[in-house]
């Protein structure tokens, strides 16, 4: 059985929604893949505009989120596949698809993920930590703490976390796990934030369990390297002209996706700055602070051919 997510109803509120709209232009008839489909707050954006001869395939390595997206899609043209995007060119191929029209990935986890307390993503609920999104894959957060040495488990936090005092942390761990394993979310908080010193007076601006947190979940589910393999077979999953666009929540993942959007031998750019979202929708959906859109066409056979959306 698959874990629950926390309501029935999505609590995600899609970040940037007509931003997806004006860069991925679905019209009717084409095949759109949502490879990180979540909730399903972009996907139903886009299949209700791909009219009854259009298909959206939805891809999400959680089987819970794929529960909820299909209560929000029901009765549009949608598939719904459990899988890793980096399996995306096998996911096409067992569906008879050659290439698609346009594909998106929203990258991270949704709020929905985030409050479940049985999922361990979130430092601000106790729960067991596990941090997998795909509950039966891999291992849990727990036992990749319980398992690295002092100097690994510095590198994730430093390198996924960007945290200064990743080894003052790391070695607290090491110490903490001789005396008892470090299993809960709450734990782990604590420890963290009796590591890192406080600004002088005052409360810190973020929680100091949050960039740990971060990179504990970046190396639970290799995220990075899922990425990394997505991005090169983008080419050859969409047709000519065909439409990538990608939102990313850190620096990591932008990084990598503008490197990978500079290579003129498959993109045109549509985006040459990153899209972030207004004052408003700040206001109205915090998430999307840090959420930063590229989009790139596929260059066709005469590159004169891929016009520029914006
Ligand atoms: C930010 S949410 C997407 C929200 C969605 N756009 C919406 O509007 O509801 C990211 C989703 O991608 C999924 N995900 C993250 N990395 C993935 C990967 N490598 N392969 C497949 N799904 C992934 C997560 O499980 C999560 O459900």
């Known amino acids: 059985m698959s874990p629950q997510p926390s309501s029935a109803a999505p609590r995600h509120v899609p970040v940037?929604?007509?931003?997806?709209?004006?860069?991925?232009?679905?019209?009717?008839?084409?095949?759109?893949?949502?490879?990180?489909?979540?909730?399903?707050?972009?996907?139903?954006?886009?299949?209700?505009r791909l009219g009854p001869t259009g298909r959206l395939i939805g891809l999400d390595q959680d089987a819970s989120m794929l529960d909820l997206a299909r209560a929000r899609l029901a009765g549009l043209p949608v598939t719904l596949v459990q899988s890793n995007f980096d399996e995306l060119a096998t996911e096409l191929k067992r569906l008879g698809i050659e290439k698609v029209d346009g594909i998106l990935a929203d990258l991270g986890v949704c709020s929905d993920q985030m409050d479940a307390p049985d999922r361990g993503f979130s430092f601000q609920q106790p729960g067991p930590l596990d941090m997998r999104m795909d509950a039966t894959l891999g291992?849990?957060?727990?036992?990749?703490?319980?398992?690295?040495?002092?100097?690994?488990?510095?590198?994730?936090?430093?390198?996924?976390?960007?945290?200064?005092?990743?080894r003052r942390i790391a070695r607290r761990i090491v110490d903490t796990r001789r005396l008892e394993p470090l299993a809960t979310t709450d734990q782990l908080?604590?420890?963290?934030?009796?590591?890192?010193?406080?600004?002088?007076?005052?409360?810190?601006?973020?929680?100091?369990a949050t960039r740990v947190f971060q990179a504990l979940r970046i190396a639970v589910n290799d995220e990075l390297g899922a990425l990394e393999r997505f991005l090169a077979d983008l080419p050859r999953c969409l047709k000519p002209g065909g439409r990538a666009v990608i939102i990313s929540f850190h620096s990591l993942e932008d990084r990598r996706v503008k490197h990978a959007?500079?290579?003129?031998?498959?993109?045109?750019?549509?985006?040459?700055?990153?899209?972030?979202?207004g004052e408003e929708e700040i206001q109205n959906n915090p998430r999307s602070r840090s959420a930063k859109l590229r989009a790139a066409q596929l260059v066709t056979e005469d590159p004169g051919r891929a016009g520029r959306a914006s």
């Open 16 to 48: 940037l929604p007509a931003e997806v709209l004006d860069a991925l232009a679905p019209a009717p008839g084409q095949t759109i893949v949502d490879a990180t489909v979540g909730a399903g707050g972009h996907a139903r954006l886009i299949a209700e």
């Open 189 to 208: 908080a604590d420890l963290v934030r009796r590591c890192v010193p406080w600004p002088k007076g005052r409360r810190p601006a973020i929680d100091p």
């Open 261 to 277: 959007f500079r290579e003129r031998a498959h993109w045109q750019a549509l985006t040459r700055k990153p899209i972030q979202a």
């Open 139 to 166: 291992e849990p957060a727990s036992s990749l703490l319980a398992r690295l040495s002092e100097r690994e488990l510095a590198d994730v936090f430093w390198q996924y976390g960007e945290e200064r005092f990743s």
